[in-house]
């Protein structure tokens, strides 16, 4: 069956695709089908001038004020009236909050099916995604259509957009604006307090020894804030922890309080993408390495010559005191800086 292939986004604040936008599109172009670009925001002409080249047969969109926020009817409505446009028959879109959020809805609008999660898309099309907590893997084609691809990333290269590619006729197509939910502002935390960074070259990863008593008899706690704060800070590094180390605050013990269950990685947490991971005073038992399948390249510093590291998990092994090396690390970092 020939399909059309709607590639689904919506611009950043500053009017831009993001990254994980840009690998969506490589994917839906490597499906081959007859490609039409969907974009959702408040002005959208820069994000498409920027993937002009991109061999899209059209580029549709709905744009103004209404849809320059994220909110569930103005995206929801967005999105209806794109794939309708489109006939589309797949459509492809980031795993992005603000999608997750609204396109099951569109789905069931369209009678369509969504699959959301994907980690891979081939020929057919076939994608893949994973269940219980990363153990299985499904490789899944659909009958229905349309059908509903939200696409997890590090799934392609992206797509190399450029300032002003070229210049786009974008068909706007227009959706009457019903909501009464009005977006009042945002409250997030600030960025440098955010540690976890889904985009970081880096996963630095914490785990208990940081709040056990080390040599002299003692634990220290600030010193290890500082030291792990120290080194985000230079690096832009992500942070993820061990169960242990964000199960310590329920037990009562003292704990580093930039830390909480989001950042836990592992079985029971999260299987983040980064490309590199250093592990620090973590045991690297199974349940917490298996939530580093994807991480390519892993270090690790542990006191512990025979920790679970050492049995296969990681790259480099550095046998030695983390606080010592972060010190020394971060000291060269700050050095390199200046
Ligand atoms: C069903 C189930 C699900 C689970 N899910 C997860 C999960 O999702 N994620 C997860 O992380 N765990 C999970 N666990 C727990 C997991 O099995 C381990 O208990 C946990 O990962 C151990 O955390 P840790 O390595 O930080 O702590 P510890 O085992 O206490 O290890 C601390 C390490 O720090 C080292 N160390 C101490 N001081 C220093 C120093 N100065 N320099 C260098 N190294 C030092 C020690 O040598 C030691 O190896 C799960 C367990 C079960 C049963």
């Known amino acids: 069956m020939s399909e059309t292939i709607l590639l689904l986004a919506h611009t950043e604040a500053d009017g831009s695709l993001s990254r994980l936008a840009l690998e969506t599109l490589a994917a839906a172009k490597s499906l081959g089908g007859a490609l039409v670009v969907g974009l959702i ?53 980031p795993q992005t909050s603000r999608f997750a959020r609204c396109m099951a809805g569109v789905a069931q609008r369209l009678g369509g099916r969504i699959d959301t999660h994907v980690t891979a898309i081939a020929e057919g099309p076939q994608i893949t995604r994973w269940y219980y907590r990363q153990r299985m893997e499904a490789v899944i084609e659909r009958a229905q259509r349309p059908w509903f691809l939200l696409v997890e990333s590090g799934i392609a290269e992206p797509y190399p957009s450029r300032d002003r590619e070229g210049a786009v006729a974008v068909e706007m197509l227009p959706v009457e604006v019903s909501s009464r939910t009005r977006v009042l502002g945002r409250q997030a935390p600030k960025a440098e307090q955010q540690t976890i960074r889904p985009d970081a070259k880096l996963l630095f990863v914490a785990g208990a020894g940081w709040t056990k008593k080390q040599a002299d008899g003692a634990a220290h706690i600030d010193d290890a804030a500082r030291l792990i704060l120290g080194f985000l800070a230079a690096t832009g590094a992500s942070l993820g922890s061990s169960k242990s180390l964000v199960d310590l605050s329920g037990e009562g013990q003292a704990v580093l309080p930039f830390l909480s269950h989001m950042n836990q990685v592992g079985q029971t947490g999260s299987t983040p993408r980064h490309p590199k991971g250093l592990s620090t005073c973590c045991h690297g ?31 480099v092994l550095y046998v030695a005191d983390a606080f010592a090396v972060m010190e020394r690390v971060n000291a060269l970092l700050a050095e390199t800086a200046t």
Do not use: M
């Open 41 to 93: 925001g408040g002005d959208v002409q820069t994000a498409a001038d920027s993937i002009a080249g991109c061999g899209a047969a059209r580029f549709l969109s709905v744009a103004g004020e209404a849809f320059a926020e994220s909110r569930y009817s103005t995206d929801a409505a967005a999105a209806e009236a794109l794939v309708k446009a489109a006939q589309a028959t797949i459509v492809i879109a």
């Open 285 to 315: 038992e199974e349940p917490h390495v298996v939530g580093w399948r994807f991480i390519r390249e892993r270090r690790v510093i542990n006191l512990d010559a025979n920790c679970g590291w050492a049995r296969g998990k990681a790259d």
